[in-house]
């Protein structure tokens, strides 16, 4: 069986959603989802498919100094768009991974994972969930919103293998604990 990587979508493509991203953030407030998870100073975050950065960024300021926030994206221009905003911002807590789904981190390193407004993009959602219960921690929090796609569909996927247990459901936004698997 041949295992297909997720390719980036065009420049121009990703360009034009960071327009949007960009317009459509002015009006909604990024740090409610994220106060929504009970992130807080210290904490290590994954922003999985962290696209131009703006939940990264918000949940950058929220961590702090003592925190860290890992920005994943399979796009070269999505890495580079978080960089240059964490370097306009002289936000240092924030590390940039190119990839398509593995993040490279260590076991049971992660407070909260973030996959926002990404996970219709994600080919094989199963091995994405694999990977998140792999690298948050025992009462790690996975933090999903929901966006172009069913969330019964969602659910269905995230709770399948047993890892993951829904704590709340505020509309798209899904929270779920990660389960002590045996």
Do not use: W
Not at 109 to 137: F, G, P
Request: hydrophobic residues 40%.
């Amino acid at each position: 069986m041949e295992i297909q990587e997720a390719k980036p979508m065009p420049d121009i493509a990703f360009k034009a959603m960071s327009l949007y991203f960009a317009l459509r953030h002015r009006l909604d407030d990024v740090t409610k989802p994220l106060k929504n998870a009970g992130i807080k100073g210290g904490d290590v975050i994954l922003d999985f498919g962290c696209g131009p950065g703006h939940y990264t960024i918000a949940a950058a300021r929220i961590v702090g100094q003592n925190g860290k926030v890992y920005a994943l994206d399979v796009h070269p221009l999505a890495v580079q768009s978080v960089k240059k905003k964490a370097n306009k911002e002289g936000l240092t807590n924030i590390k940039t991974i190119l990839s398509d789904r593995d993040t490279g981190l260590p076991d049971q390193s992660i407070d909260v994972a973030l996959v926002y407004d990404t996970i219709h993009m994600v080919n094989d959602k199963q091995a994405l969930t694999k990977e998140l219960h792999r690298v948050l921690k025992p009462d790690g929090l996975l933090s999903v919103l929901a966006a172009h796609v069913k969330v019964d569909d969602i659910l269905k996927t995230l709770q399948g293998d047993g890892l993951f247990s829904l704590r709340e459901r505020q509309g798209n936004l899904l929270n779920l604990n990660r389960v002590t698997v045996k």
